[in-house]
């Protein structure tokens, strides 16, 4: 163990602990050369109606593509883009790579719904929140009606009456609001219900576990829940066909997961629109 002085405190570390402060920091200069270099692209990842099969909307999720490194997992950069700050610059990469993507696609007449796209911790405390989106809203000619942000129960939380107001704010600009990793969190239900939330989305670790019967109630009450609130309902991480027809006998209306399809990089996600527009079924589409 070694010991470093910082103010009155005594740091202590190992060697395995240092070994995490050099990778966190290998990333940390991998992301602002990333940032420079535009090495943060957007992939799309379908959300599908159950009763009709069709194409309901999106999620644009981040992927961080390194000449050196490779791809580098969100699992594995966002939490230190969150702790160093960084998250917002990416963040805004990411919106306003997503609304060039789906104003083209709208324009092309290829899609007219929403597109998700998740907002951090940090970004929903940014005191000109609202002002930065409608900028690259407007920068990129889209309405607000075509966004939806997904935020995370912790966001909420720590002041959840600073973020009713915030989400008010969102909200009254027609931008939907999602709860993401719904479950997972420690939101109480007394404030779920003052959120001006349009849709919960239903944690894939839930959906993981319907194949038990605790399971399956466990989601029946989240979907119940939901409904109650006037919310939508999309369910996370749905990989096989049985939890396809549970959900759906649930009521669920909404899935994403592998089972549909994965992550598509923006020009694999523009040929899925067009196959939908040619009519085959979406199903057999898809990787
Ligand atoms: P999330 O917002 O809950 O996104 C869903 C994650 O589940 C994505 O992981 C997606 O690829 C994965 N997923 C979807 N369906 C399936 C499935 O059937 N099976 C499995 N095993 N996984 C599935 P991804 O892209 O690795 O992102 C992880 C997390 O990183 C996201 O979770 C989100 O919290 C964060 N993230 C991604 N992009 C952004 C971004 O642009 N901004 C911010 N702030 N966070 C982001
Ligand atoms: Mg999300
Ligand atoms: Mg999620
Ligand atoms: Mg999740």
Known sequence: YHAKQKGNHYLFFNDSMNEQAVKRLQIENLMRFG???????VYYQPKMDIATGALVGMEALVRFITPKK?????????????ETGQIVEIGEVVLDKACKDVKRWIDQGLFNGRVAVNLSARQFSLP??????????QKNQLPSYFLELEITEGTVMDDPQEAISIMRSLSSRG???AMDDFGTGYSSLAYLKQFPLNTLKVDKAFV????????????????????NLGLHVVAEGVEHEEQLHQLQRLNCQTIQGYYYA?????????QFLRSQHSEKPALQLVN
């Open 70 to 82: 490779g791809v580098i997992s969100p699992g594995l950069f966002i939490p230190i883009a969150e």
């Open 262 to 270: 994965k992550p598509l990089s923006a020009q694999e996600f523009e």
């Open 175 to 177: 931008i939907h609001l």
């Open 208 to 227: 993981d576990d319907m194949n038990t019967e605790r399971g399956c109630n466990m989601v029946d009450s989240i979907v119940t829940i939901a409904h």
């Open 128 to 137: 000109d929140l609202t002002a930065r989106i409608d900028l690259i809203l």
């Open 35 to 41: 940032l420079k270099e535009d090495h943060f692209v």
